[in-house]
C-alpha cells in the first residue's frame, strides 16, 4: 500500500517541498493582498463597518494628478538607485576582485552602512543634508565649493538625488558582495585562458567575465528594484515626500492615506495598483534577464 | 623595471580603493563623533570633535532604553528566523531550480507576490489573524511574522543559487536510487553554505532593523527587539541630537558585531567553492 | 478532622496571600504619546501618584507616539485588545467614535460642566463625550531676544508691520530673520493669519459652502506672505523644504535664526540651551494682539470595551482634579481645559498670555475638527510649492486646499 502511494506521488513529490513555504506565503501574503483587493471597492477606515462604493477609489486615483505624480516619482527613484548601485556595486567589485589583499577587508567596510536601520540612517543623512548645520555642506565650503551648498533636502531639484544617494549608499555593499560572488564563481581557468591569450585586465572584464555575471546581475537587479520600489522608510523619515511631493513615492502616498488619514479603503486600492506595477516589472525583468542568461 | 612600475601602480590603485572604501563610512564616523557631544556643544557648533569624551549620553541612554534585554530578544528571534527561512526556502526552491512548468511558474509568481507586497498592506488582516491564533506580544508571533516576511527572498535566492549548480551529482545520486528528499539533504543542502552565508544576512539585517512588525505585534517592553527600544526612546518629533546619535550607536553596534562573524563565514563559503 | 483544618487554614492563608497580591489588583493598561523622556508632560510622576492615592489599581502606561498610535491602536481596538485609557485628540476621536470603539465618559461627568466654554462644543458629541481634555497648548513666535537686541528691535512684533521694520533690522545685522518652514510653521503663520481675516470664521471652509479659491482673506494672506519675503524676513527657497521637526529647531537653538513659529511643547526643550534668552509670542497678525493659535492637543479617552471601566474613569477624573493637572501644564507650558484652571506658564509665555487675555485666541481647526486631518498635509505641500515658485497664482495654492476638502 505504502508502496503503491509511492509510486503515485513519485512524479510530484519534489514538488511538495514547495508546500511548507506556500502555506506561509498564503497566509501572509496572498489572503491579506485577497482582503486588501476586496477594501479597495470600500471606503473603510480601518475601525468600523466598510461601505461598498464601487470603482470610486480607482477613478480617484487616476483623475486626481497627485497619484500619477506619485507613480512617476516611484519610478524616478527607482530606476536611480537600481542604476547607480548596480554600476557602482560592479565597478567595487571589479577591482575588488582584482585586488585580493584588500579584498575582504573593502567588502567589510561596504557592507556596513547596511548594517543600520533605515531609520538610523535617515536621521543621521537628515542631519548631514541640513543647510545651515549640515556636514555636507560644511565640507563642500571646507573644499572650496561653497557655491554648490544648498538645502538638499529642501530643494525638489535634488531632494530624490539626495534620497536616492543615500538609499545607494546604504545597500552598494549588497550589490557587491552578491557580484564578487559572482566573480567567485567564475572558473578560474576561464581566466587564466584569458591571461594566457594576453588579454588585458579590461578586455577580460568585458568580454570574459561580464557575460558570466549575467545570474549575479539578474539576482542584483531583482532585488534592488523590488526593494527599491516598495521602501518607504527614507522619505518618510527625510522629507516627510516634500518638498511639494517631490519626494512623494506611491509607497509613502499609500502610508500617509493609511495612517495619517485612516483612508484604508483608497489605501488598499493604491497598494494594489502599486503590486500591479511591482508584479508587472519583476516579471518583465525575470523574462528580460533570464533570456539574456541563456542567451550566453 | 617594468614589474617595479606596475607594483607602484597597483598599490597606488589598492590604496585608492581604500581610501574611496573609507570615506564610505564618514557618516559613521560623524554618527559616532556626535554622540559623545552634549546637546549643549552641538547646538553650539554642529560639526566640531566632541571637546571630551562625553559619555553621560550613553548613561543615559543605556538607563532609558532596556537594551541588553533588547538585544537578547532581537538575537534570538534573528537565529530561529535564519534556520526557518533557511530550511523552508532551500526547500521551496530545488524544485523551482530543477524543474519549468506551469506549476513552478505559479509558484514563482506567488513567491514573487510576497516580496512584492508592501508590508504595511498586510499589516490590519495579519493582526487579526495573529489576535484569532492567540499569537499576539509572544516570541513565536513574531518569528513566524519574521518568517514569512523573509521567506519570498528566501526562495527566490536559493532558487538562483541552485540553478547554477550543476545536475550532475544529483543524477549520479539518484541512479543510486536516492529519493528527492535524499537528494535535497544530502547532496543539494550541503553545497548551499555560501548562499545560507549570504541569506542569513538579508535575514539578520531585516529582523534587526525592521520596526513596524514588532512595534505592531509586541507590546510588553521585555519582548521588544533593539529597533523598538531606540525608535520608542528617540520618537519620531521633534529628534534630540544627544539622544539620537547615542541610540543610534547602541542599536548599531551589535549588528556590526554580528556582522563581523557572518562576514567571515561567507569569505570561507566563497573560497571553499572556488578551490573546488 | 485535623487536617481538614490545616487544609482550610491553608486556604485562608492563600487566600489573603494572593487575594490581595493578585486577584484584586486592577491592571491599567494606558497609553500615551507624552511621558516619554523628550516630552515627559509630568506623567511618570502623576501615575506614581494615581498609584498611591489607588493602591488597588496598578498603570502599566506604554508611550506609542502619535505617528505611531495612527499604526499601533486601530488593529488592537478592532481586535478587542485595545488599551483601558489611550491619549487622544479629535481627529482620532471622531473615527474611533463612530466605530464604537470608545467608552461614553458622560455628560454627567464631574468635569464635564467646567470645560472651556468655547471647547465644550467640540469635544460634545450629540449626546455623549468621548475625551476629557487635558490641555490646551500654544502655538507661536518664538522669538530670540539677545539676537533682537543685537539688531536693535526694542519690542518683540505682534503686527505684520513691526514683524517687516523687525525683519529688515535683523537681516541689516546680518541675522536671519525668520524660521518659515514650508511645512508647518509657515502653515501656522498663513492659517492664523487668514481665519483672522475670515473674522475668525474657519468651520464654513471645511465644508462644501466655502472655498479657499477666490477668497479674500487666504488669498491676501499669501500676498503678505510676498510682502515677507521682499521685507528680508526669509530666503523663501531655502526655507521651502526645512525639516521643522528636527533642523529647524536645531538651527533655533543653535542661535541661526531670531524667530521662529512653532509649538510651546518646545519651551522645555529650548530652556535647557544655557545662552538661549528666548520667548514665546503670539503669531503677528493685522491685529495689534497678534495671534494666539490655541491648540487643543490631547485628551483621555476610554477603550469601550475595556473590562475596568470604573478604574479607568477614575483615573481620567485624577487627571481633571487641578492639582494634578497643574503638574502636567507646568511640564507642557500649557493652558488648562477647564473653567478658571491655571496654566502652566512662566516668564517665557508672558507674550503669549497677554495676547490670549487680549482676545488674540483663534482655535487651531484641525484640533476641533472644522478642518478635515489630510488638509493640513495639503496645506504643508502647497504652502511648500508656494515657497518654491511665488510667482504662482493664490487660487493655484488654494484649490489644492479645496480638492482636499472635497476628497476627505
Redesign the interface.
Same mark, same amino acid.
Given at each position: 500500500m505504502p508502496e503503491a502511494w509511492g509510486r503515485v506521488l513519485q512524479p510530484i513529490?519534489?514538488?511538495l517541498?514547495?508546500v511548507?513555504?506556500?502555506l506561509?506565503?498564503?497566509?501572509?501574503?496572498?489572503?491579506?493582498?485577497l482582503?486588501?483587493v476586496n477594501l479597495s471597492f470600500t471606503n473603510f477606515?480601518?475601525?468600523?463597518?466598510a461601505n461598498y462604493i464601487g470603482w470610486a477609489n480607482y477613478e480617484?486615483f487616476l483623475s486626481?494628478s497627485r497619484y500619477l505624480n506619485s507613480v512617476g516619482v516611484t519610478i524616478k527613484f527607482t530606476f536611480l538607485v537600481v542604476v547607480f548601485q548596480t554600476l557602482i556595486g560592479l565597478v &567595487?567589485a571589479a577591482?575588488?576582485h582584482r585586488?585580493p589583499?584588500?579584498r +575582504?577587508?573593502?567588502?567589510?567596510?561596504?557592507? %556596513?552602512?547596511?548594517?543600520? *536601520?533605515?531609520?538610523?540612517?535617515g536621521?543621521?543623512?537628515?542631519?548631514?543634508y541640513?543647510?545651515?548645520?549640515?556636514?555636507l555642506n560644511?565640507f563642500l565650503s571646507a573644499i572650496g565649493l561653497e557655491s554648490l551648498a544648498r538645502?538638499w533636502?529642501?530643494?525638489?531639484s535634488t531632494?530624490l538625488f539626495a534620497i536616492a544617494a543615500t538609499h545607494v549608499?546604504m545597500f552598494?555593499g549588497y550589490t557587491t !558582495?552578491?557580484f564578487?560572488?559572482g566573480f567567485?564563481?567564475i572558473p578560474?581557468d576561464i581566466e587564466e585562458a584569458g591571461r594566457l591569450d594576453g588579454a588585458s585586465s579590461w578586455q577580460r572584464f568585458r568580454y570574459l567575465e561580464l557575460p558570466l555575471l549575467a545570474?549575479s546581475f539578474?539576482?542584483n537587479i =531583482?532585488?534592488s528594484t /523590488?526593494g527599491t520600489?516598495?521602501t518607504?522608510e527614507l522619505p518618510f523619515?527625510m522629507?516627510?515626500?516634500?518638498?511639494?511631493?517631490a519626494t512623494n513615492t506611491l509607497?509613502l502616498e499609500?502610508? +500617509?492615506n493609511?495612517?495619517?488619514?485612516?483612508? &484604508?479603503g483608497f489605501a488598499?486600492a493604491l497598494?494594489i495598483v502599486?503590486?500591479l506595477i511591482? /508584479?508587472a516589472v519583476? =516579471?518583465v525583468q525575470?523574462i528580460y534577464l533570464k533570456r539574456r542568461e541563456d542567451n550566453q | 623595471m617594468r614589474p617595479m612600475i606596475r607594483r607602484v601602480v597597483?598599490i597606488f590603485?589598492?590604496a585608492s580603493?581604500?581610501v574611496v572604501?573609507?570615506a564610505?563610512?564618514?557618516?559613521?564616523f560623524?554618527?559616532i563623533m556626535?554622540s559623545f557631544r552634549t546637546s549643549a556643544e552641538i547646538a553650539e557648533e554642529?560639526?566640531a570633535m566632541p571637546q571630551a569624551l562625553y559619555l553621560g549620553n550613553y548613561a543615559n541612554a543605556l538607563e532609558n532604553m532596556n537594551y541588553w534585554q533588547g538585544v537578547l530578544n532581537s538575537l534570538g528571534i534573528t537565529l530561529t528566523v535564519t534556520v526557518l527561512v533557511a530550511l523552508?526556502?532551500s526547500?521551496?526552491a530545488?524544485?523551482?531550480a530543477?524543474?519549468t512548468n506551469r506549476?513552478?511558474r505559479g509558484?514563482i509568481? =506567488?513567491?514573487?507576490?510576497?516580496?512584492?507586497?508592501?508590508p &504595511?498592506?498586510?499589516i %490590519?488582516?495579519?493582526y487579526v =489573524?495573529f489576535r484569532n491564533l492567540g499569537l499576539l506580544d509572544s516570541y513565536p508571533g513574531i518569528v513566524? !511574522?519574521f $518568517?514569512?516576511?523573509n521567506?519570498?527572498?528566501a526562495?527566490?535566492?536559493y532558487t538562483?543559487f541552485i540553478?547554477?549548480i550543476p545536475k550532475e551529482l544529483e543524477e549520479a545520486a539518484r541512479l543510486d536510487n536516492c529519493?528527492?528528499?535524499q537528494v535535497?539533504w544530502y547532496i543539494v543542502r550541503p553545497l548551499l553554505g555560501?548562499a545560507t552565508a %549570504?541569506l542569513s544576512?538579508f535575514v539578520t539585517?531585516m529582523v @534587526? +532593523?525592521? &520596526?513596524t512588525y514588532p512595534l505592531l505585534l509586541l507590546s510588553s517592553p521585555e519582548k521588544f527587539t533593539v529597533?523598538i527600544s531606540?525608535?520608542r526612546f528617540?520618537g +519620531?518629533l521633534n529628534?534630540q541630537?544627544d539622544m539620537?546619535?547615542p541610540a543610534?550607536v547602541l542599536?548599531?553596534a551589535p549588528?556590526?558585531v554580528l556582522?563581523?562573524i557572518f562576514?567571515r563565514r561567507?569569505?570561507s563559503g566563497?573560497?571553499a567553492?572556488?578551490v573546488k | 478532622m485535623k487536617s481538614l483544618k490545616i487544609g482550610l487554614a491553608g486556604a485562608v492563608l492563600t487566600a489573603t496571600l494572593c487575594g490581595t497580591a493578585y486577584a484584586d489588583k486592577i491592571v491599567l493598561d494606558v497609553t500615551a504619546w507624552k511621558g516619554n523622556e523628550a516630552e515627559p508632560a509630568g506623567l511618570p510622576e502623576l501615575i506614581e501618584k494615581f498609584e498611591a492615592e489607588n493602591p488597588e489599581i496598578d498603570v502599566e502606561f506604554s508611550y506609542i507616539s502619535r505617528?505611531d498610535t495612527?499604526?499601533v491602536l486601530?488593529p488592537r481596538?478592532?481586535g478587542n485588545n485595545a488599551p483601558d485609557v489611550m491619549m487622544t485628540d479629535m481627529p482620532l476621536v471622531k473615527? @474611533?467614535s463612530?466605530?464604537?470603539?470608545l467608552a461614553d465618559l458622560g455628560k454627567d461627568s464631574p468635569w464635564y460642566g467646567n470645560i472651556e466654554p468655547a471647547l465644550q462644543p467640540s469635544v460634545t458629541a450629540g449626546e455623549a463625550v468621548y475625551i476629557m481634555p487635558l490641555e490646551v497648548i500654544g502655538m507661536g513666535n518664538f522669538v530670540n531676544l539677545s539676537l533682537l537686541k543685537q539688531a536693535g528691535v526694542e519690542d518683540i512684533p505682534t503686527t505684520l508691520d513691526g514683524l517687516k521694520d523687525a525683519c529688515g533690522k535683523l537681516a541689516d545685522a546680518g541675522i536671519k530673520p525668520l524660521v518659515f518652514t514650508?511645512?508647518f510653521s509657515a502653515p501656522l503663520f498663513v492659517i492664523a493669519n487668514g481665519i483672522e481675516r475670515a473674522e475668525g470664521q474657519a468651520a464654513p471652509y471645511g465644508s462644501p459652502d466655502k472655498t479657499f479659491a477666490g477668497d479674500a482673506a487666504f488669498g491676501s494672506v499669501l500676498d503678505t506672505v510676498r510682502e515677507l519675503i521682499d521685507a528680508r524676513c526669509l530666503d523663501p527657497?531655502?526655507?521651502?523644504?526645512?525639516?521643522p521637526w528636527?533642523?529647524a529647531l536645531?538651527?533655533f537653538k543653535?542661535g541661526?535664526f531670531a524667530m521662529m513659529p512653532q509649538g510651546a511643547w518646545n519651551i522645555a526643550d529650548f530652556s535647557s540651551v544655557a545662552d538661549l534668552d528666548f520667548a514665546f509670542a503670539p503669531i503677528p497678525s493685522g491685529k495689534d494682539t497678534g495671534v494666539a493659535l490655541d491648540l487643543f492637543g490631547i485628551g483621555w479617552s476610554v477603550s469601550a470595551n475595556s473590562q475596568h471601566q470604573e478604574a479607568a474613569r477614575k483615573f481620567v477624573s485624577f487627571f481633571s482634579e487641578e492639582e494634578n493637572l497643574q503638574i502636567m501644564l507646568d511640564a507642557e507650558s500649557a493652558y488648562s481645559p477647564f473653567v478658571g484652571g491655571q496654566s502652566g506658564t512662566s516668564d517665557v509665555t508672558k507674550p503669549y498670555d497677554a495676547s490670549r487675555a487680549e482676545g488674540g485666541v483663534i482655535m487651531y481647526p484641525f484640533a476641533v475638527l472644522d478642518w478635515p486631518?489630510?488638509l493640513e498635509?495639503e496645506i @504643508?505641500?502647497?504652502l $511648500?510649492?508656494f515657497l518654491?515658485n511665488t510667482d504662482r497664482s493664490n487660487d493655484e495654492v488654494l484649490e489644492r486646499w479645496d480638492?482636499a476638502v472635497e476628497? *476627505?
Open positions: 513529490r519534489i514538488y517541498f514547495t511548507p513555504a506556500l506561509v506565503i498564503g497566509a501572509f501574503f496572498v489572503y491579506p493582498i482582503l486588501s477606515t480601518g475601525v468600523g463597518v480617484r486626481r &567595487f577591482l575588488l585586488m589583499a584588500i +575582504n577587508f573593502c567588502r567589510a567596510v561596504l557592507f %556596513t552602512p547596511a548594517m543600520m *536601520s533605515f531609520v538610523i540612517v536621521y543621521v543623512w537628515q542631519f548631514i541640513a543647510p545651515y548645520t549640515g556636514g560644511a538645502g533636502l529642501g530643494d525638489p531632494a549608499w552598494v !558582495a552578491i564578487l560572488v567567485a564563481n578560474s545570474p539578474t539576482v =531583482i532585488l /523590488v520600489l516598495k518607504f523619515i522629507t516627510r515626500g516634500g518638498p511639494d511631493r509607497s499609500i502610508v +500617509n493609511l495612517f495619517g488619514s485612516y483612508k &484604508f488598499s497598494s502599486m503590486l511591482v /508584479v519583476a =516579471i525575470n | 597597483s590603485g589598492q580603493v581604500v572604501t573609507l564610505m563610512l564618514a557618516p559613521v560623524y554618527m556626535m554642529p560639526l523552508l526556502g526547500m521551496a530545488y524544485p523551482l530543477r524543474r506549476f513552478t509558484v509568481l =506567488i513567491v514573487a507576490l510576497g516580496l512584492a507586497t508592501p &504595511f498592506v498586510t %490590519t488582516p495579519i =489573524i513566524i !511574522a $518568517t514569512a516576511l521567506l519570498p527572498l526562495v527566490f535566492f538562483s540553478s547554477a529519493g528527492d528528499w535535497y555560501p %549570504t544576512l539585517l @534587526w +532593523n525592521d &520596526f529597533m531606540v525608535y528617540v +519620531n529628534i541630537p539620537l546619535f543610534a542599536g548599531s549588528l556590526l556582522f563581523m562576514q561567507i569569505v566563497v573560497t567553492g572556488a | 505617528l495612527d499604526v486601530p481596538l478592532q473615527i @474611533w463612530e466605530a464604537g470603539l514650508g511645512s527657497k531655502g526655507q521651502a523644504g526645512l525639516d528636527s533642523t536645531t538651527a543653535s541661526d486631518k489630510p498635509k @504643508w505641500d502647497s $511648500t510649492g518654491l480638492e476628497d *476627505s
